[in-house]
């Protein structure tokens, strides 16, 4: 921490001077700097969200807060008397990744949700499964994934959702009845 307000202050000091002298590659190169600091940052949400196909240890409230940021920014940017092209890219580009991220939310997280809630049923009844000879993994388990995934990403995945899979897998294979578990379960 100490050594992160050191540089922050021998910035400080080191900009000023810059700007005394009419130099304004120094502040410009700051402020790309920054910029393509957070972008990684942000960057690294898309990297995690591609990898996992879903949405995970994002807190939206957060997300929300500093898209909010980021239009306010904006609009006192395009307020200003005279335009600064640099800021409004700055501030532009953080609010575009957000709104990425916000819709790779609602794309992985919310309509999955919003299907599962009001789109079909959980549990099917016996005439479905008579009529389409297969059931789902959520109807005979008791485990609870947040998406169907073949990875143990989901931090609901427990040991003892595991066993009672190989339990009805193995009880389900003594009375001579066909499996229609998947071979792996999310």
């Not at 590659?25 to 402020?31: K, N, Q, R």
């Amino acid at each position: 921490m100490c050594l992160m307000g050191g540089v922050q202050a021998g910035l400080i000091f080191a900009l000023r001077h810059s700007k005394e002298r009419d130099l304004e590659w120094p502040l410009i190169l700051v402020a790309v700097l920054a910029a393509a600091l957070l972008a990684a940052g942000v960057g690294s949400h898309y990297v995690d969200i591609y990898m996992h196909r879903t949405v995970r240890g994002i807190s939206f409230i957060f997300v929300g807060i500093d898209a909010l940021g980021d239009v306010f920014s904006l609009l006192s940017v395009i307020f200003q008397p005279q335009i600064d092209v640099l800021g409004m890219v700055i501030y532009a580009t953080e609010l575009v990744l957000w709104m990425g991220v916000f819709a790779c939310g609602a794309y992985y997280n919310l309509l999955p949700w919003l299907k599962e809630k009001y789109g079909k049923r959980i549990v099917p009844t016996t005439s479905d499964i008579a009529r389409t000879g297969e059931t789902t993994a959520n109807a005979n388990t008791t485990s609870i994934a947040l998406h169907d995934l073949p990875s143990s990403t989901s931090v609901f995945r427990t040991p003892s959702a595991e066993l009672d899979v190989h339990r009805q897998r193995s009880a389900h294979s003594r009375i001579g009845g066909v499996s229609h578990l998947p071979s792996r379960v999310s």
